[in-house]
């Protein structure tokens, strides 16, 4: 039987480019050895996207179309794609042609070959800006430093994912969801495909700097305890430091009589015992984070075991 390839697109304000990759896409996968059916989803576009995707729909009974109410983002988007798609594997692209079809050949080999997994990693991104490229090369630093889940630097979600992972990846239930980090946390087999991003042709990108940053603290609060731990490390630090300085005053200026005439003030030696003070406060804090992790592990609800297959089970 012929195997089903699902193609996901999540699709914001990309009117002038559905055309354009739909034509592209269409040529590559007609010329597979797979049936294949195409999933857009609308994530609340508020220009013309939908009677763009309603036209090709109509000329196409391959293409499926998800319309969202509102805009909930593109992680929310590829999430529905995922729930509702019913292909052996799934392969996401972007709507703004960044994604070369062309590559699609090469994820299914690899798909073949053995890959559960298969991640579109750029090799070369002119088209960041400074900032952009800054704070990329900082995030995926310290999340990678934080985390217990490693990300790729450069990855992107130019991906497929083997219908065993699809079906691991609806189990999650969390809201605030990094796609990438979810999916790498999973496991499984993966290889990898480097390609350089075609210029952009119609659109802008559809995240912004502001958007980017808050994806980034959504990252590191969702894929690492670490921010959580912070206060109470901290607190042990400045108590450390504190207790070193207050017990050097007290031998310096109560059991050896002050030889070395430092005369210090009342005020310091206050300042002192604030800061010690504020040190437990932070372990403190530190220890009940360490209780808000536990929580903050079983609200998310994550599967807490993987199985990638069964056999005369």
Same mark, same amino acid.
């Given at each position: 039987?012929?195997?089903?390839?699902?193609?996901?697109?999540?699709?914001?304000?990309?009117?002038?480019n559905i055309p354009l990759l739909y034509d592209n896409l269409k040529k590559t996968?007609?010329?597979?050895?797979?049936?294949?059916?195409?999933?857009?989803?609308?994530?609340?576009?508020?220009?013309?996207?939908?009677?763009?995707?309603?036209?090709?729909?109509?000329?196409?009974?391959?293409?499926?179309?998800?319309?969202?109410?509102?805009?909930?983002?593109?992680?929310?988007?590829?999430?529905?794609?995922?729930?509702?798609?019913?292909?052996?594997?799934?392969?996401?692209?972007?709507?703004?042609?960044?994604?070369?079809?062309?590559?699609?050949?090469?994820?299914?080999?690899?798909?073949?070959?053995?890959?559960?997994?298969?991640?579109?990693?750029?090799?070369?991104?002119?088209?960041?800006?400074?900032?952009?490229?800054?704070?990329?090369?900082?995030?995926?630093?310290?999340?990678?430093?934080?985390?217990?889940?490693?990300?790729?630097?450069?990855?992107?979600?130019?991906?497929?994912?083997?219908?065993?992972?699809?079906?691991?990846?609806?189990?999650?239930?969390?809201?605030?969801?990094?796609?990438?980090?979810?999916?790498?946390? %999973? #496991?499984?087999?993966?290889? *990898? @495909?480097?390609?350089?991003?075609? !210029?952009? =042709? /119609?659109?802008?990108?559809?995240?912004?700097?502001?958007?980017?940053?808050k994806l980034a603290l959504s990252s590191f609060i969702s894929l690492s305890l670490?921010?959580?731990?912070?206060?109470?490390?901290?607190?042990?630090?400045?108590?450390?430091?504190?207790?070193?300085?207050?017990?050097?005053?007290?031998?310096?200026?109560?059991?050896?009589?002050?030889?070395?005439?430092?005369?210090?003030?009342?005020?310091?030696?206050?300042?002192?015992?604030?800061?010690?003070?504020?040190?437990?406060?932070?372990?403190? %804090? #530190?220890?009940?984070?360490? *209780? @808000?992790?536990?929580?903050?592990? !079983?609200? =998310? /609800?994550?599967?807490?075991?993987?199985?990638?297959?069964?056999?005369?089970?």
């Amino acid at each position: 039987m012929e195997k089903l390839i699902s193609y996901l697109i999540p699709v914001y304000n990309e009117e002038k480019n559905i055309p354009l990759l739909y034509d592209n896409l269409k040529k590559t996968v007609s010329g597979l050895d797979f049936d294949h059916e195409i999933i857009f989803v609308n994530d609340g576009s508020q220009d013309n996207s939908n009677q763009e995707l309603t036209n090709i729909s109509r000329q196409d009974e391959k293409i499926k179309i998800i319309e969202f109410s509102r805009n909930f983002g593109k992680e929310i988007a590829l999430t529905a794609g995922l729930h509702h798609c019913h292909g052996d594997a799934c392969i996401l692209l972007d709507a703004d042609l960044q994604h070369p079809p062309e590559l699609i050949p090469q994820f299914l080999d690899k798909w073949q070959n053995g890959a559960e997994i298969v991640i579109g990693i750029r090799d070369n991104n002119n088209q960041k800006t400074f900032i952009k490229k800054t704070g990329s090369y900082f995030f995926y630093k310290i999340i990678n430093k934080i985390s217990e889940t490693q990300i790729i630097p450069d990855s992107t979600d130019y991906r497929l994912l083997d219908r065993v992972v699809i079906s691991e990846f609806c189990r999650f239930t969390e809201r605030n969801r990094i796609f990438r980090g979810l999916i790498d946390w %999973l #496991g499984f087999k993966r290889d *990898y @495909i480097y390609f350089s991003p075609p !210029e952009r =042709i /119609n659109s802008k990108p559809s995240y912004s700097l502001l958007k980017l940053i808050k994806l980034a603290l959504s990252s590191f609060i969702s894929l690492s305890l670490m921010p959580l731990k912070i206060a109470g490390y901290l607190g042990i630090l400045i108590t450390l430091i504190a207790g070193m300085i207050g017990s050097f005053i007290l031998a310096e200026k109560y059991i050896l009589n002050d030889p070395w005439q430092m005369n210090f003030s009342g005020s310091a030696i206050l300042a002192v015992i604030t800061l010690f003070l504020v040190g437990i406060i932070l372990s403190c %804090l #530190g220890l009940i984070a360490l *209780y @808000i992790a536990h929580i903050h592990c !079983e609200v =998310i /609800n994550r599967p807490i075991y993987v199985i990638r297959r069964k056999e005369n089970f």
